[in-house]
């Protein structure tokens, strides 16, 4: 910022109204007598009078309705000359009450004159009225009238000054509150001209331009008004208006305020680049403003210019992914939202593009290699899809593309996404899952349609990577249901509507309660069990998973210890979700729950399921280890339902199979069935795994299991899952 006093050195410049060009500018002296005689004695006493450059101009009035009337004509004038007695023995008093309070005249000096010498008005009515001065008749020579009245002017003209500093800075502070940063530039600038017109009290005609480029010439209109209204946008040079265009260049040039006949133009250096001048025209001439309210105006502008700066390069962080360059989900809804209207009928299209397995993609070969992934997956969308196709980061890894049906498809997608990408210098096939909403399927805004293709997101991904999926109305429906379920979740665990019950695992061999399994209950509110199918797969999407996962971790535990107490030390299986076993603190929430519980950690069993152990996540081999470093043992839930690769399977550390209830419940089909169960069961003691076979409901499969030399079993056989107390109760039966 230039120094400001070097910025407002051109108000000394200004025409001053001493100079010939403001010569018509006159001082109005109003007389209020009833005696003619007196007009002409002052008018010829005081005629050649100048004041600060300024002749007078007299004004006549013979009573005081007649000045009042006058006065409300004409309200610039600066002295007023008036008699006390004329039509009462107080018209003069009378009228000063009137001028004041009446018609508001604040600045106009009132000096009394009385021809009665021994008639004096109120001390306070002189107080109280502002009145300037009072003099008898007599009391008034030539000379004395002409310093009473050079006095007067004087303090009315200072008082004027005063007056337009003060409405100037009320102007100015209203003026920044227009001055909306967020409006960007161009907005602000024609505020400039609107606020600085106002301040100099001329009609808004003018120009602000931006400097560009090193050389002036380069300049910008950012806005303009009044005659100069079409020039918006368009390049200083194109300006046709001679005056105004040389003016705006020289200002911008020698970086300093320039004054014409009847313009202006004022120079602002901005801190970011953004110097910028003002052209302001004026038919009438400009009239000299206070230094300071000038000097206040342009700090203020300063500052909301430098906001303004600041504002927009927020706005472009607020919009852009600095790793890919691309634009971010804020742009994205922009755009889709700037479609809305009209354009976009028909076939639009939003494509949410997830890379599989990212997070597993970052664990095991780190951070750099996972950024390097993102942007040559954003490269190559934005490099081969159409110029017309909207392509955004929205997510961590996950892309949106918003375009015509035609190229935006997850056919046309996959093709694109097909190749190898490069990363860390080698070339890595990825595969995406993808989820899709037409625009035109419901009447949505950007955040709507960003929502709906990341419920199909999430539906491909169920279904498994590389999917992908439309939004339908149903899926909505459904997707919301669940979303109410989560929140009725979160309250429940707060509530202690969740609980654990137990179900006994029993050993073949010996006919002994060798173990039981913690399973999840909730009811709700109004008294109903929610299904488990329902309840954990929301737990898992939202996260939730991993603080009921724990609570039943730690509740299962405590009930251990106090079955243990009554002389049940019972192995206890715990169920895993996959969220909780890739969490990074899951370990410690294992570690914690053991030491808090004193449990002996042979004596846990962590149910993992089959699709977990043998999803390929390279750390969960890893992980299994860990666990067992604690000392806690390993179940493999729902074995025979994945594919799992038995060379994979023979290297987990897993100390028990548990076949599916599926296969359980196959063995009551002779021919079908059987040869599963018998082959887990074959692989379980090749591995030298323990197998146990849940969901046995009747003494046939049992018999079966048996006979097949299967370990552990559980079911409806033996007992339902139960609350602790039963399970105590039916504990004790069981021994009797
Ligand atoms: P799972 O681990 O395979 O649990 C065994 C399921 O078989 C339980 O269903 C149990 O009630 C049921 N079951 C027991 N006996 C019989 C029987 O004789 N016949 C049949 N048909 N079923 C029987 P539940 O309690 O509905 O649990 C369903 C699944 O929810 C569990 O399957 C487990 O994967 C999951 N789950 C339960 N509790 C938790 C938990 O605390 N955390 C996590 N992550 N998952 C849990
Ligand atoms: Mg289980
Ligand atoms: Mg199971």
């Not at 331009?209 to 079409?230: H, S």
């Not at 169920?462 to 109305?473: E, I, K, L, R, S």
């Not at 039943?552 to 106090?562: F, P």
């Not at 048996?706 to 107390?725: K, N, R, S, T």
Request: aromatic content about 6%; glycine content about 8%; proline content about 3%.
């Amino acid at each position: 910022m230039h120094n400001d006093d070097d910025q407002l050195a051109f108000l000394d410049d200004m025409p001053s109204p001493d100079s010939g060009s403001a010569a018509e500018a006159c001082w109005y002296l109003l007389i209020v007598d009833d005696d003619e005689d007196v007009h002409h004695a002052t008018e010829f006493a005081l005629g050649d009078l100048r004041v600060l450059g300024r002749p007078l101009e007299f004004l006549h009035a013979f009573s005081a309705e007649e000045a009042i009337a006058l006065l409300e004509r004409q309200r610039d004038v600066a002295v007023i000359l008036l008699d006390v007695v004329m039509e009462h023995e107080d018209a003069g008093l009378k009228a000063v009450e009137r001028i004041r309070n009446e018609l508001g005249l604040d600045a106009v000096r009132i000096i009394l004159r009385t021809g009665q010498p021994g008639y004096a008005p109120e001390l306070d009515a002189i107080a109280n009225y502002d009145i300037n001065d009072y003099k008898t008749k007599t009391e008034l020579t030539r000379g004395k009238l002409f310093t009473t009245v050079t006095a007067a002017i004087r303090s009315f003209e200072q008082i004027q000054r005063l007056e337009a500093s003060r409405s100037g800075l009320e102007l100015i502070i209203d003026g920044s509150s227009h001055f909306n940063a967020e409006q960007g530039l161009p907005s602000f600038a024609a505020a400039v001209i609107v606020q600085l017109s106002d301040l100099l009290g001329i009609p808004p005609e003018g120009m602000v331009c931006v400097r560009t480029g090193g050389d002036a010439t380069d300049g910008i209109v950012l806005a303009a008004a009044g005659r100069y209204g079409e020039m918006t946008n368009q390049p200083l040079a194109a300006v046709t208006e001679q005056t105004a265009r040389q003016m705006l260049e020289c200002c911008l040039q020698e970086r300093r305020n320039q004054c014409g006949e009847r313009s202006l133009a004022l120079y602002f250096a901005g801190r970011h680049g953004s110097n910028f001048a003002v052209f302001i025209e004026s038919t009438a001439a400009i009239r000299q403003i206070d230094r300071h309210l000038l000097n206040v105006f342009r700090t203020n502008i300063a500052i909301c210019g430098e906001n303004i700066g600041l504002v927009e390069r927020l706005r472009k962080a607020a919009y852009v992914d600095t790793l890919t360059c691309l634009p971010n989900r804020a742009a994205q809804i922009e755009a889709i939202d700037e479609l809305v209207d009209g354009a976009r009928s028909g076939n639009y299209v939003l494509a949410l593009i997830d890379i599989d397995q990212f997070s597993e993609t970052i664990d095991a070969f780190g951070y750099r290699f996972g950024d390097q992934q993102l942007q040559a997956v954003g490269g190559r969308l934005h490099a081969m899809l159409p110029d017309d196709v909207h392509v955004a980061r929205v997510g961590s890894d996950v892309f949106g593309a918003f375009g015509r049906s035609e190229v935006v498809n997850p056919v046309s997608l996959r093709n694109i996404l097909l190749e190898p990408f490069d990363s860390e210098g080698g070339l890595h096939i990825i595969s995406f899952s993808i989820g899709l909403v037409c625009a035109d399927a419901v009447d949505a805004d950007g955040a709507d349609l960003l929502r709906n293709a990341a419920i199909a997101l999430k539906r491909a991904k169920v279904a498994g990577p590389g999917n992908d999926a439309y939004y339908t109305a149903e899926v909505g429906v459904l997707t919301r249901q669940r979303i109410h379920m989560l929140h009725d979740l979160r309250s429940a665990l707060d509530n202690r509507d969740l609980f654990v019950v137990y179900q006994p695992q029993i050993d073949l061999a010996s006919g002994a309660v060798v173990g039981i399994e913690a399973l999840l209950r909730w009811r709700t509110a109004a008294g109903e069990f929610v299904p488990l199918d329902q309840l954990i797969p929301v737990a898992e999407q939202s996260g939730l998973i991993v603080a009921v996962g724990s609570w039943v971790l730690r509740t299962a535990l405590v009930a251990q210890g106090e079955l243990a107490a009554h002389g049940y030390p019972l192995r206890i299986a715990v169920n895993v979700s996959p969220v909780q076993f890739r969490q990074p603190g899951f370990l410690d929430v294992v570690r914690d729950a053991i030491a808090e519980s004193a449990i002996d950690p042979g004596l846990l069993e962590l149910e993992i399921t089959e699709s977990v152990a043998l999803s390929g996540w390279v750390q969960t081999v890893e992980r299994m280890h860990a666990i067992k470093a604690l000392g806690a043992l390993i179940a493999i839930d729902d074995f025979g339902t994945g594919f799992s690769s038995l060379s994979y399977l023979a290297r987990l550390p897993a100390d028990c199979l548990k076949i599916d209830r599926s296969f359980v419940h196959a063995l009551d089909d002779q021919h079908s069935g059987t040869p599963i169960a018998a082959m887990v069961i074959q692989l379980g003691k090749q591995l030298g795994m323990r197998v146990l076979a849940e969901g046995v409901e009747d003494c046939e499969q049992l018999q079966t299991l048996v006979d097949l030399g299967c370990h552990e079993a559980q079911g409806m056989v033996y007992a339902p899952p139960m609350a602790q107390q039963d399970l105590l109760v039916w504990l004790g039966n069981r021994e009797r």
